[in-house]
C-alpha cells in the first residue's frame, strides 16, 4: 500500500496540492478530536482539583503527569484546551452557518428584486459597517447577557453584511446573462430563477466568503470571552483560558501561550484553507470581496 | 384566428435616458423609434441594420423582455408586454448570439431541455422525455449527451442546443438576434439550413436580426432594414436586392463581399458612422451619410411609403423621383 | 450634486438614529435595569425611587421620546452608577484614547500603504515574501494574544517597557504596537494587491517607455491608481481599529473609551454605554460622510448613480 501512496504524494506535492492536502487534514483532526472531547476525554467542566492547581507542564518538568499542567484550579490544561476548542469551534461554525443563511438570503432578494428591497438592504449593510464587531458583541453581551447565545447572535449580526453585499454584486452580475433571460421567457418568476439558477452559480464564491469569515468569528468569540462578555462558566473557551492565565504571565506562561497558539493555529489554518480555495476560483473575487 | 396576422407591431417606441452631469432635465434617446409592420403564421422575416439600429431591442420587445414606452404589439390579437403571463411566453422564444452564454453553466444537458417544460407545468420526467427525445434525435444528439455538461459541447452544438429548447413548447414564433454571427463560417451555414428544415416541419415564424447580409439573405422571406430605430425600408427578398430603393440599403448590400474577384463591384461608400446624435436634429436620419440629400431631408422626416406591392420606404429622394415618373 | 450630497446626509443621519434605537430598545426590553442596580432584594420604595428618579417607570414610548429628545437638545442623561452626566464622564476618558487612536490610524495607513507599495515593487524577491509572511501573521493573530506576547516580552523578561496605565509616552508603545500590527498588515496586503494590478496595465509600460524614471512611474501613475481601493477601505479599517481599541485598553488598564464603554458593559449602565455607541456611530458615519462626498466631487459618475445602490 505504502508503495502506491509514495508516488501519490510527490505527484500532489508537484502540483502544488500537497500543502493544501496536509492544511485540510490538520484542520479536520482539529476539529474532530474536539468534538469528540466528551467521547475521548470525559470529565466534569466544573470539578475543581486544588490539590493538583497550577502543576508543570512535561517540557518543564518531565516528571509531571499534565502534558501542559494545570491551571489555578487544578484543571488539566491540555484537556482544557480541546474542550475550549471544541465550544469556540461550535460556537463561530454555527455563528457563521447563520449569518450566511441569512446574508444569502437578503443579497439575493436584493440584487434580484431590486427597488426598496435593494435599498433597504444596502441601508441595513452600511448601518452594520458603521459599528465595530467588538461593539455589537458587548452592546449584546450587556443587554441580553453574556453566554453562547449572545456570541451567536454577535456573529450573526456581524457577519451577514458582508456575505450579503457579495451576494447581491453576484446576483446583480447573474441578473444580466443570457441564461437567467432565457428562464424569463419560458415563464420563470424571479423565486423560480433564485432557486433553479443563482444559488448555483454564487455558491463557491459564497463558500469563500464563508470560510474567509469564520476565521474572523474564532478571532470575535475569543476576544468577547477575553474580556468575560463572551461565554461563561462551567464552559470554557480559549479566549477565557488566555485571560485566566495573564495573571500568572511572569511564571506559569503556557497557561496564557498555549491557549493563544491554539486560536493562532486555527485561525491560520481556517485563513489558509479560504486563502486556497479563492485562488482556485477566478481571479474577479479579490475584487469581489477587497482582501 | 384566420385573418389575423400572427404578429402585429403598431408604432412601437422604446426610448432609454441619457444620463448627463450636472444637468437635470432628462434627456432620451429612442432606439426604436415609432415601428410598425406585421408578420404571418409560417413566415420568415429578417431584420437588418448596422450596430445601434435597435434591432436587438425591437426583438427583446417582441419577446415580452422589455416594455415598450409606446405602441402596440399584437400576438394572435393578446397584447405582449414584459409581464406578460405565462402562457403567452409558450408561443414566442428566442435564441441569442452567444450560446454559451445562453446556458446555465451548472446544468447538465437534460437539466437545460426540461427546464421550460417543468417551468411551465412541472411536468413529469416521462411526459417530458416524450417531449424532448424525438426532438433530440432529428438535431442529432444522442441520449448519453444528456448528462453532459455545455463545456463539453462545440458552440455549434450549442447554439442547436439553444434551438431545441426553444422547440420544446413548441411556439409559433422563433425570434433568432444575430443566431450565427459567433460560429464558425463552415458552422454558420449548418445552423441556417437547420433552423430552415425546421420551419417547414413545424410552421414555425422566424424573425431574423442580423448585421450580416448575407445571413438575411439565406434565411428570410421577407426583410426589413432598420436605421437608428426606424425602418427605412421593407420588402420581399426578391424585389429587395433586384429593386434596391433606399440609399442605406443599397450601401448594405453592396458591402457584402463578392467571392468572384472578376466581377465588378459597384461601390456605393458610406461615410461616417451612425450616431445617436442625428436623433436631436430636424429631417431624415440618415441625411449626414446620405450623398443624395436634398433640402427636405434636412427637415422632415420622411413617411414609409408604397413604391410597389409590399414594397415600402422611407425616403425623400425615392418618392420625388416616383412622383416624377407617375 | 446637491440631490447627492442631501440624500447622503440623510441617509447618515438615519444611520445613527436606527443604531442609537436599536441600542435603547434592546437595553430597556432585555431586562429591569433597576433590578440590574439594587439587586434581587430590593425594597418596594427603594425600587420605586430609583424607577422613578431613572425615569424608568414610564410607559417605554415616553421613555423613548424623553431620551430622543434630550438627545437633540444635548442633554445625554445621568450615569446609573456613576450619578454623573454621561458626557462628562465620557469627556474625562477621551484622552488617551484620542492620543492612542490618531496616531495609530495615520501610523497604519501610512505604514500600511508603504509595506503594500514595497512589496509589490519588489514583487517575489526576499523584501516582499518577508512582508507576506509579516502579512499572515498580522491578520490571523488577534490583538489580545499580541498584547498578553507583548507583555511578556518586553514588561516581564526584559523589563523594558511598563505594562499597565498611563503617563508617559512609554506606555503607548506596546498598546500601540498591539493595535497596529493587524490593520497595517490588513493594509498592506491590499495596496500590494492594488499595485500589482495597477503595475501590469498597459499604460505603466506606456509610461516608461516615455522616459520617465522608474520613481515616478511607480508614485505618479502606479500609486496614484492602487490608491483608490484602498482609500475606500480605509473607512471601514478605521471602525475595525476602534474596535481593537475596546480589548487593547483593557489588557493594559488603558483609562480611555474602551475601558469605558466595556464597564459600562459589564455594570448595564444603559445611559453610559448608549452614549460612548452614539459617539462613536456619529464619528464614524461622519467620517464616511466626508469620505463619500470627497468621492463624489472627483468623480461624476458617482453623483450620477442611484442614491442607494453603490
Redesign the interface.
Known sequence: MFNAIIPKLCRLRKEGKLSILLLAISFLAIVAIAFAAPLLFPIDLAKVSLGDRLANPRFVDSDSPYLLGTDSLGRDILIRIIYATRTSLAISMTGMFFSLVLGVFLGAVAGMFGGIADIVVMFLIECRQAIPMMLIGIVLASTIGPGSFSIILTIIISCWSGIARITRGQVIQLRQSKYIESSRLFGASNIDIIFKHVLKNIASVVIVEGTLSLAGCILLESSLSFLGLGIQPPLTSLGIMVNNGRDYLISQWWLAIMPSLVIVLLSLQVSLIGDWLRDRMDPKLRHASGR | MSGQPLLEVSHVKKRFPI????STKSRFFYAVDDVSFRMEEGESVGIIGESGCGKTTLARLI???EQATEGEILFHGSSVHAKM??DM??S???I?Q?PY???????DLWGILE??LR??SNMKRSQAEKIIMPLLETMGFTEDSLSKYPHEFSGGQIQRI?IL??LV?SPKLLICDEPVSSLDVSIQAQILNLLKKLQSEKSLAYLVISHDMSVIHHISDRIIVMYLGQIVETATKHDLFANTQHPYTKALIAAIPNADPAKKQKKAILSGEASRAAQEKPGCLFQDRCERACALCYDQRPDMLPVNTGHYVACHDVQTMARKDS | MIRYVVVRTIRALATIWLVWSLVFFLSRLTGDPVKWILGEFATKESYETVASSLHLDLPLWEQYMRTLSGLVRGDMGMSYYHRRPVADLFLQRLGPTMALQSVVIVATSAIGILFGVVAAVKHDKLVDKAIRFFTIVGCTIPNFVFAVLLIFLFCLKLKWLPSGNIGSFRHYVLPFISLSIGPIASISRLTRSAMLDTLSQEYIDVARMKGISESAVIIKHGLRNALFPVVTVLGGQIVTLVGGAFVVESVFSLPGIGTLSVTAAQTRDFPLLQYCVFIMIATFTFVNLLVDLSYAALDPRIRDGEWATN
Not at chain 2, 452564454?101 to 446544468?107: L, Q
Open positions: 444620463k448627463r452631469g450636472f419577446a415580452g423582455l403571463g405565462r411566453r409558450k414566442i422564444q428566442m441569442y452567444d452564454a445562453s446556458v446555465d453553466p451548472r446544468m427546464e421550460p417551468i411551465q439553444c429548447r426553444s413548447l
